[in-house]
């Protein structure tokens, strides 16, 4: 269908077309400007009834935030309620994120019915992350979900190898031109009769140009069509543009449209709060070949050529008149959830304190891309904002802290401070004191891992003695801290008495960050006692510890401490086989999924019980993400290594021990981290001995028992239950030197009974709790018989790439590692 000025003609051949390309998952639309890319593919959905979100790409989206809230308003048009569950997901920049994403997507269709997402000047893109994740969901495969790129140039996607593998259709400039009948038809909708020699020389000079037909068609209006004459529609599309449209629009609307380029995204509501005039709206909706309403998202969307060319008159809007719109759409923005167009619009308004309100509002972990904004923005303004505006100052530091640029954060914050402490006595002096200290305390903190230097205490005193004479009141989440993958941040080689200085510097610092943080790190000291006790086998002292610590830390809604804190005591509960205690934290985690404040509840949900679930061997139920070994998590700048220890200790339950094995030797790790060192190299050593590799084994138990003699560590092997046991009485008959004969035994007999007090779980969840569906259940038997691929194939009268793909569903149920491991379960589980 093909509109102008309310006048429709229906394009039977490009119906066909669509119809035709839409039988694949994916369809791509290239085409220049003006060749009716956007509006035939609008009008098929709206005639057709197909649930549409319509995603419009400008060049300000190649930053992720404002990509997804974009996104958000498109998905909106789906399925309101799961928009919100996606807002606070995020933008899904991991593996791990764009697998909830996906889980939420999937239960936002419903079946039977044909939903689409448009993606409307994909060619915009360059930021990595945005194509990733539209790659990923060009390769989700969603039965009833279909993806429409509409590009004028190739994206930076690999569009190719989806034309060539069939799952993609291409439609083509030369596709969307007008042919000679169509073009006389669309005139004929708007009484012009055109003889057979002016026909031909429009036809000639437009080229089928859906733009350049119709101005061709508005200039023989103009001239009554008494000649037409050849005018190179192309090179002088501007000309005509001003001739045929801007010369006969009044004064007050071509004022209005130019106002209208201004804003980056035209929301009606928003349009109709700057223009306030019905008359000029209705008289905008007359415009339809120029501006398209789309009904469904309720955005305009200005004609390319006519917006390029309404943009070099933005010279004629006042600059007093520019300020109260930016204003304007800043407000409208913060009402409706698009904080990164806010932060824009504030900017080009000169709004300062509008810029610094809505810093306060961002979450309290920012991306990469986000951070790399706000700096952007703050190097932009005067210097005297550091000093007017304590947020400016705050979301530095928060924006560095991302960023990792700690020793440039530290020296900028060092150069400041004398300025700061000779300001008269006053609230903003005090506050900016505290933000200034607690910055150093924080930086100086996160870098003692290296220098082993606790000097910081005097600044977190500082800060809470400036906090105390502010009367500060800071509030979840801005009071949350973010663990590290340990809590006791100490590198190897480590002793007991580096544990307990380092377990002393937290005894310290701990009462005043509460007190300069609103109870920020409330339980963290206990905390650290608990876990340095559970990796030295204390388990009834770790867990009076880690009792206090989830009791203090509940109290100042410190969710990552009161999160670690359940980790441990399920793990402390598995170690004594409590089936009761055990239901109880898991209750305790499933809650904490409903506290809005803690950032990253989902992440860390997904890793406790990722691990209970690798203990129980209710691999079914792990996340997919944690399966999933080239998946990264968001959390790995704070978490890397207990990440890759629970990825890789999945890796090895389900067998695939040169998979682990790669996993744990290709990261890189943020912290050198002993305990996360120690759970890692001992996994690796049960690997390698699971590979009969015993020389290799043998080696890393040898360094793995160097590192943690000196800490009294025995956890990180006792854990590993009968293949620890294995490897020990193996180790000790082997006599392999340099472990003492006397440890080997005391870690085996451990490592024994935790086997033993694992056992009735392991054997409580193996049989009921995999669904398998009819025909899984049938090829797993067919699987079991010693059947091939192809013979299952025959037996079903289906291809061998359908039980390919069942195979997979029933191995990543099973958690099975191959074939063998299939039947293993199966016989285990008496499917």
Known sequence: MFMASNVYLERKRIKELLEKALQKPIVCISAGAGYGKTSCIQSYT???????????????????????????????????????????????????????????????????????????????????DLLRFIELSLNSSIFNLGTVLIYRWEPELNIKALINRKTASLIKEADLCFTKEEMLSYYKLQNLSLSPATASRVYKDTEGWAFAIHLAGISLKNTANVSYIPQALKANINKLIKSEIIDNLSGELRHTLIKLTLIEELNRKLVKEIINDVSLEKMILKMSFLINHDTKQNIYHIHHLFKEYLKDLQYEIKDEEKTELFNRASRWCIGNNKKMDAIMYCQKAGNLQGIMDIFYSLPLLL?????????????????????????????RNRAMAS????????????????????????????????????????????????????????????????AKIAGLATKAPLNGDILSSYVCRVAAPASKTIFLDYIGMLKAIVPYSMEAMGGCRSGLYELALGEYAFYCGKYNESLEHLRQSLKKASEKQQYEIEN????????????????????????????????????????????????????????EKIAPWIKNEYYESNLVSAAELLIKFIQAKYLFAVKKYPAAIALINSRIAEEPLLLGELELKTLEAVCHFRQKNREKAYKILKTVYDLAKESGITTVFTEHGKDMRSLLENAAMDKVRGIPLKWLETIRLSSVLYAKKLYPLKNMHGSNNTVLSGRENEILKLICQGLTRNEIANSFSISPNTVKTVIKSIYNKLGAANKADAVRIAEERKF
């Open 46 to 128: 709206k005639n057709n009834n197909i649930h549409t979100a319509w995603v419009q790409i400008s060049l300000r989206d190649n930053l992720a935030e404002r990509f997804w809230e974009n996104f958000l308003y498109a998905f909106s048009q789906i399925n309101k309620k799961n928009m919100e569950k996606l807002r606070m997901l995020g933008f899904p920049s991991t593996g791990e994120l764009y697998a909830r994403y996906l889980s939420i997507l999937k239960t936002s269709l419903i079946p039977g019915e044909k939903y689409l997402f448009v993606y409307d000047d994909v060619h915009l893109l360059e930021n990595p």
């Open 367 to 395: 991306s990469r891309q986000t951070a790399s904004y706000i700096l952007s923005i703050l190097d932009s303004l005067n210097k005297d904002v550091y000093g007017e505006y304590i947020q400016a100052i705050v979301m």
């Open 403 to 466: 960023l990792r640029l700690f020793d440039q954060s530290r020296k900028e914050t060092l150069e400041k401070l004398p300025l700061y402490l000779a300001m008269p006595e006053s609230l903003k002096k005090n506050t900016i004191l505290v933000v200034c200290y607690v910055n150093l305390a924080s930086i100086d903190f996160v870098n003692s891992v290296y220098t082993r230097n606790y000097d910081f205490v005097s600044y977190f005193k500082k800060a809470a003695h400036y």
């Open 564 to 619: 670690r804190s359940l980790f441990y005591i399920l793990r402390i509960y598995l170690y004594q086989g409590d089936k009761d205690k055990i239901k109880s934290i898991m209750l305790q985690l499933k809650k904490e999924l409903d506290e809005v404040n803690f950032p990253n509840r989902h992440s860390y949900y997904d890793l406790v019980t990722g691990y209970y679930f690798i203990q129980t061997g209710e691999f």
